[in-house]
């Protein structure tokens, strides 16, 4: 009798152990999921997967399934009346963390629909026909608000002399070239205010040229519109002249 509840009393033993094990497993999963912060990178990829899918089937594939993001860059407090989906926070007294920001989110939206290379339009549209996507919309929190402007030059030069990787610079892999003479001037005569909002948009045309602020020859059969930062006002919107957005609010 003795040795059976010695047994029972040892097959307890083991399941606790079992148990405290299974715990601490689950909850350093719980850890690593929180750190990899996946609920950041489930739109990007979800619209980039889509992209892809449409670009596969020659856009017949649907619509796409893209959200724009909603970037506040904090230099420590919240965007003020700005319902952020993401936070990137920067020391308001390096100026260069604020630019790396911005360059940031273009690339991402860059990546995103396909670096140029993918034709996710409809080649049942007419030519001339140009979609846009507004990748994300910036602001700024007020730490940043007392700071000066950023010059569109400033943020250009920041792009060229910067790298992204070991092998090129941001603007190299936003368009593929170190020349900024396709660049409009009147695009590069506006600031970043901090007290504003901007979007992050690119796009492609049916057979058309883009000539707001780019004209690029591209390798797909739709001319590409790579990827602009603009104050967020309708008027911009209307100068651009884009007949359907695919990024839902």
């Not at 919240?78 to 007294?93: L, P, Q, R």
């Not at 846009?132 to 910036?138: D, F, Q």
Request: proline share 1%; aromatic share 10%; net charge negative.
């Amino acid at each position: 009798m003795l040795n059976k509840k010695n047994k029972k009393g040892e097959l307890t033993t083991t399941q606790l152990v079992t148990i405290i094990v299974l715990i601490a497993s689950f909850a350093i999963i719980l850890i690593l999921l929180f750190r990899l912060n996946l609920g950041e990178t489930t739109d990007s990829e979800i619209c980039r997967n889509s992209v892809v899918l449409k670009g596969r089937t020659e856009g017949f594939a649907g619509t796409l399934d893209c959200k724009t993001q909603y970037i506040c860059i904090s230099g420590g407090s919240d965007c003020t009346n700005f319902s952020a989906t993401e936070k990137v926070k920067v020391n308001s007294e390096e100026r260069n963390e604020t630019l790396e920001a911005i360059a940031d989110a273009m690339t991402s939206c860059w990546y995103t629909f396909g670096e140029g290379k993918i034709d996710y339009g409809d080649l049942r549209k007419p030519a001339g026909h140009s979609i846009c996507a507004v990748c994300s919309i910036v602001n700024f929190d007020s730490s940043l608000r007392e700071k000066e402007t950023i010059s569109y030059m400033e943020l250009y030069n920041y792009l060229k002399q910067t790298n992204k990787s070991n092998s090129q610079t941001y603007f190299q892999y936003l368009y593929s070239t170190d020349d900024t003479g396709f660049l409009s001037q009147n695009y590069l005569a506006n600031n970043i205010e901090f007290d504003k909002p901007y979007f992050i948009l690119t796009g492609i045309r049916r057979e058309g040229i883009w000539n707001y602020v780019f004209s690029l020859d591209s390798d797909i059969d739709s001319e590409s519109q790579p990827v602009i930062i603009l104050e967020n006002t309708a008027e911009n919107y209307q100068q651009l002249g884009c007949d359907e957005f695919v990024t839902k609010a």
